[in-house]
């Protein structure tokens, strides 16, 4: 693998980790809307670590291609990841540290390095599928994000309605923009 191609999947792992600071960074998160708690049987948190720390993990193995044993450098680096974003939250005013967040975040990461080798192989579609599952993952987190920085203080919280609505319209674009790049 070219240095070039490492580095850039080496920046799309940083830029996760990034976007993973910045949310254990805010006091309240948009899943702890009463109907995206409502939606999610209030487990939102276990499946926001199972995405998250997931993704880490297989973004890791995607980085470290070619070195020996990337699936355990990969669980490595997560697991060294989730306790630091821990201890990270044990400073964040409405967050709460917890040894049980940074072992689901070991082990979600373990969990999509073992099935996601497995589903390829089931469904090899999923193969080509994955680049555009973790583009929509981070599309959609970034999303969200930005809809959160950017909404005034004083205005009152974007209801699940609205933020569905916006991910559709965006996703809509980028679907339409990516129809116009393919050729023929």
Do not use: C
């Not at 910045?22 to 009463?34: A, F, G, M, N, V």
């Not at 967050?95 to 390095?113: E, K, P, Q, S, V």
């Not at 993952?137 to 974007?158: D, F, K, N, Q, Y």
Request: no cysteine.
């Amino acid at each position: 693998m070219s240095r070039w191609a490492r580095l850039k999947r080496i920046g799309l792992l940083v830029g996760w980790m990034l976007l993973i600071t910045y949310w254990s960074d805010q006091s309240s998160l948009p899943i702890d809307e009463p109907p995206v708690k409502w939606l999610l049987f209030n487990l939102q948190h276990r499946l926001a670590h199972l995405i998250a720390f997931g993704l880490v993990g297989l973004l890791a193995a995607y980085a470290f291609e070619g070195w020996p044993r990337r699936a355990l450098l990969a669980i490595g680096l997560t697991s060294i990841f989730g306790a630091s974003d821990e201890v990270h939250q044990a400073f964040v005013v409405g967050r709460r540290a917890g040894i049980d967040d940074w072992l689901f975040d070991t082990f979600f990461a373990a969990l999509a390095l073992y099935v996601w080798p497995r589903l390829q192989t089931r469904v090899p579609r999923l193969a080509s599928l994955g680049p555009l599952l973790a583009a929509t993952i981070l599309l959609v987190s970034l999303v969200v994000t930005t809809m959160h920085v950017w909404r005034p203080p004083e205005s009152p919280r974007a209801s699940l309605r609205i933020i569905s609505t916006q991910v559709i319209s965006y996703a809509r674009e980028v679907s339409r923009q990516v129809r116009a790049v393919r050729p023929g």
